[in-house]
């Protein structure tokens, strides 16, 4: 699963640097060239970072920073905040805005991407590491192989999907149609039901070598991943 990174600039030269260095890193994005377009965008498909543009026309950086802050579902997006000079910069940080991160233009692309890649690995590690450990799981996402207890484990593509997920948030609860929008894509039409199929045989496969359910289900809530 390709992180995916919403730019928020309505300068297209520069987003177009971005998007095109971003892509060639296999994140996946969209853009907007202003704030209203943004906001849209993020509701849409919650991303896993934003590289927000501090002046943008309709609605500001700031706004959108402090609009996404203030709700419980996108509260905790990582913000990069890109600004024109150095006292803005210094002027906005001053605000608290919020933002993870803040870069000022001109930037260096090479160090805007390791940047990008420092805030993803700080907040959500999972989204860009190549090999993930949840208890006596590991997963390479590499070359897809999973084993448990050091023993591979046959997954279906699908299942390796919902467990990949699974991994980037343990522990966390997820219902069947929050697990549709992740795993399967909003744009998808698939039963909620077919869910229930593959969850049965992700832990069917997980617990094929010994080992316990790994998979917890929460009665009218969802499944989760168990953390350890
Ligand atoms: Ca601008």
């Known amino acids: 699963m390709r992180p995916f990174i919403v730019i928020a600039e309505d300068e297209t030269s520069v987003a177009e640097l971005l998007r095109y260095n971003l892509e060639a890193l296999d994140y996946k994005t969209a853009s907007a060239t202003d704030g209203e377009e943004a906001l849209l965008l993020i509701e849409e498909r919650v991303p896993d970072l934003v590289i927000l543009d501090w002046m943008l026309p309709k609605v500001s950086g700031i706004e959108i920073c402090r609009r996404l802050r203030s709700r419980p579902q996108t509260a905790n997006i990582p913000i990069m905040m890109l600004t024109a000079k150095t006292e803005e910069a210094d002027r906005i940080r001053g605000l608290e805005t919020g933002a993870d991160d803040y870069i ?6 090479h160090e805007l991407m390791a940047r990008v890649k420092a805030v993803l690995r700080r907040i959500r590690p999972a ?3 190549k090999l993930i450990t949840v208890g006596d799981i590991s997963i390479n996402r590499g070359t897809y192989q999973v084993t448990r207890n050091g023993e591979p484990i046959e997954l279906g593509p699908t299942e390796f999907r919902l467990l990949d997920y699974f991994a980037q948030h343990p522990g966390r609860v997820f ?5 549709l929008d992740g795993v ?9 039901r077919t869910v229930d199929v593959h969850i049965g045989r992700l832990r069917k496969a997980l617990m094929s070598k010994g080992g316990d359910n790994p998979i917890r289900t929460v009665r009218s809530a969802g499944y989760s991943l168990k953390s350890g």
């Open 184 to 192: 399967w894509g909003s744009d998808v039409f698939v039963e909620a």
């Open 127 to 129: 989204l860009v590491e």
């Open 104 to 109: 000022t233009k001109p930037f260096s692309i």
């Open 175 to 179: 219902s069947r149609e929050q697990l």
